[in-house]
């Protein structure tokens, strides 16, 4: 070898994922302290070298589909490398899926959305049909005879990998199938048609042209009955151990998400089980696509706090033009700026988990409040999550490009969390049609916002309701950014450090604010990069 290698930063392991000090803050204050000590073994699991490897393993050897096996018979399975189970396995055990559902403590599903977060920082593809598994509840619950027989093995601890009856099984996880070729997020365009039986099940034909983790148990599927859209339930397996005519075309060649699988799926009289009244689909599904809407807030937010500890940790151990980069003024301020952006999604995230928590119980406020600041914030955090990514990959330069960094698979995997269940726009113009057909709900939004006794909340609110006036649908992405701000920065103000909460106010809400990262003015720059913890 002709020379040593010198200032390059030591791998980034051998640390709690879950010291997360506004996360941790967040977990007390929402009612799930008692799963402090829960989350901090996952952490320190997530922080290992094992548990990495497994993430980059799964992303190098991504799935691949058998639709036959040596003698021609249709099999339509998906094979995985084994990190991909070790990564489902741990999720499963951990109950970061469906387990808050039969749970009796108070805080269960904000216990589950710091486990989401933290191990989502190993590798996020596998979250999929975690996230899945964990809103189909909610949507089940509309047929009480399927969810009776259902519910209990998918809230099992149990990772149970293999095409067989749910019987047979110790827990299962659950898909989801409501795009066509022809519709994409109009979902109502749907041409796949379900035919009642004599039996009460209907055999449903027709195809999708994106099935989320088909290799899962049981999936919930859109399809056309004689009353019109509706909602069913279609069993991978069905009792007798036959294959459901569920049949995977090819699986989908992804810009990032290359862990998990989508499929392109046939059904040919697939047998499927009513759920909800009958025309009544969308209204049914949508239970579950708001439970996965929150998951693409916490995916976001898991993104962001990766990316900007991994740019933290980088630019404490390499040095430039004499010192440290992390010590260079400008690099200070992007850092700063980075951190803002992940403690604001982080904090919000975790505030959303609690509504969720307390409107499934029953809180008609929390449920109000829930339903505004849910589709402001998967509009705005999921659209910052490439921004972000890409500056933090920046922060390593040249070694940032480099797979090996793991950046581009965070880049990579950024964008999705923007277009799965509804793409900006989608959840921009959700927004706008809260705003203007429920007035309690803006309502409960304003009350939360308004709890931070700030004149610059008072500023933007003011600014808000001028222009909630005559809302558009041109102008609803204005909208949801700046009720998504807003928020942020009333959570920031009550509950984070106030050198946070003041560069959070002075830059993003702001209307000169650039939107670049490294543009902070008079912000302390120390006081917010202290906030992140120094494990190595």
């Known amino acids: 070898m002709s020379h040593d290698v010198i200032n390059q930063p030591p791998p980034m392991i051998g640390h709690d994922v879950s010291a997360d000090p506004q996360l941790l803050a967040a977990l007390d204050r929402e009612g799930a302290d008692w799963a402090g000590g829960e989350l901090r073994q996952l952490g320190i699991l997530a922080g290992t070298a094992r548990a990495q490897e497994w993430g980059r393993l799964a992303n190098e050897y991504p799935p691949v589909l058998r639709t036959h096996d040596r003698y021609g018979h249709r099999i339509d ?4 490398h084994p990190a991909w189970h070790e990564l489902m396995t741990v999720a499963v055990e951990n109950g970061l899926h469906a387990t808050p559902w039969t749970s009796a ?3 269960a599903h904000v216990a589950r959305a710091a486990k989401f977060y933290v191990w989502s920082q190993v590798e996020a593809g596998h979250g999929c049909p975690i996230s899945m598994t964990y809103a189909s509840v909610a949507a089940l619950r509309h047929a009480p005879a399927l969810a009776s027989e259902w519910e209990p093995l998918l809230a099992s601890r149990a990772y149970d990998f293999g095409l067989r009856p749910a019987a047979e099984k110790r827990g299962v996880l659950a898909g989801m199938a409501m795009t066509e070729k022809q519709g994409g997020s109009d979902v109502r365009a749907g041409t796949t048609v379900a035919e009642p039986l004599s039996d009460g099940t209907f055999a449903l034909t027709g195809h999708k042209w994106f099935n989320s983790a088909p290799m899962c148990d049981a999936f919930l599927v859109l399809a056309q009955a004689p009353g019109g859209l509706s909602c069913f339930l279609l069993p991978r397996v069905l009792p007798d151990g036959s294959l459901n005519a569920m049949h995977l075309m090819r699986l989908k060649d992804k810009l990032g998400n290359r862990s998990n699988a989508s499929a392109e799926v046939e059904y040919s009289r697939a047998i499927a089980h009513l759920v909800g009244e009958e025309g009544r689909g969308v209204r049914t599904i949508i239970e579950m696509v708001n439970m996965t809407r929150l998951d693409c807030v916490i995916g976001s937010a898991a993104g962001m706090r990766l ?7 980088h630019t404490r151990h390499r040095h430039a033009f004499g010192r440290a980069l992390i010590d260079q003024p400008l690099m200070r301020n992007v850092l700063a700026d980075l951190i803002l952006e992940s403690e604001a999604a982080t904090i919000l995230m975790m505030r959303l988990a609690g509504a969720t928590d307390r409107a499934v119980t029953g809180s008609a406020p929390e449920r109000l409040f829930r339903r505004t600041a849910l589709a ?10 490439p921004a972000h990514a890409a500056e933090a990959l920046e922060c390593l330069g040249g070694n940032g490009y480099v797979e090996e960094s793991g950046m581009p698979r965070l880049f990579r995997e950024s964008p999705l ?3 799965w269940e509804g793409s900006g726009n989608v959840a921009a113009l959700d927004l706008l049609r809260i705003l203007t057909r429920e007035p309690l709900a803006i309502e409960a939004f304003f009350t939360e916002v308004s709890l931070a006794d700030d004149p610059r909340i008072t500023t933007a609110l003011t600014d808000l309701q001028k222009t909630l006036t005559t809302p558009t649908e041109s102008n609803a992405r204005h909208i949801a ?4 701000l807003l928020l942020q920065a009333s959570l920031l103000i ?3 450090p106030e050198p946070l909460a003041d560069a959070f106010c002075a830059s993003r809400l702001s209307r000169n604010h650039g939107g670049t990262y490294g543009t902070l003015q008079n912000a302390d720059l ?11």
Do not use: S
């Open 376 to 385: 402001a914030a998967k509009y705005w955090i999921c659209k910052r999550a």
């Open 494 to 496: 009550r509950h984070a």
């Open 526 to 536: 120390d006081a917010i990069i202290e906030h992140i913890p120094q494990p190595l």
């Open 417 to 419: 969390n923007g277009i």
């Open 77 to 80: 399975e998906v094979e995985f």
């Open 307 to 313: 990316g900007v500890t991994r740019a933290v940790h």
């Open 481 to 484: 950014q700046q009720m998504a």
């Open 105 to 107: 403590r108070p805080g």
